[in-house]
């Protein structure tokens, strides 16, 4: 156990060192033009970057609940395995449509600007 806290300890000591010295030899700041520039471009790109991951996240939480909810009925009914697999593909389709809608309107920012 001492073993590990004497590594961390050397860790942590050597990232101080690294970070005081990469500080050190800093480039110079931008001007208030180019920082401005900058966070323009960021802000561009940001937030459908943001858009496009929440749409991926839902279409993945949304067809997880379908699978699950069809799986919990099937073992339930098995003989309306047919009917429950129908439904389960129609879920499934709109909410694929609703994710990728939101992902071309996060491109459409994108690249339309």
Request: overall charge positive; charged content about 5%; glycine content about 16%.
């Amino acid at each position: 156990m001492k073993s590990v806290v004497r590594l961390a300890a050397i860790a942590a000591l050597f990232c101080v060192l690294a970070g005081t010295a990469s500080a050190q030899t800093a480039p110079a700041p931008f001007t208030a033009q180019q920082q401005a520039a900058i966070s323009a471009a960021s802000n561009v790109r940001t937030g459908p970057g943001i858009g496009i991951g929440l749409s991926v996240i839902g279409i993945g939480v949304g067809l997880g609940l379908i699978g699950y909810a069809a799986l919990s009925g099937v073992a339930r009914q098995p003989e309306q395995a047919g009917a429950i697999r129908g439904l389960m593909i129609l879920m499934a389709a709109l909410v694929e449509g609703a994710g990728i809608i939101g992902i071309l309107f996060s491109l459409a920012i994108v690249f339309l600007g």
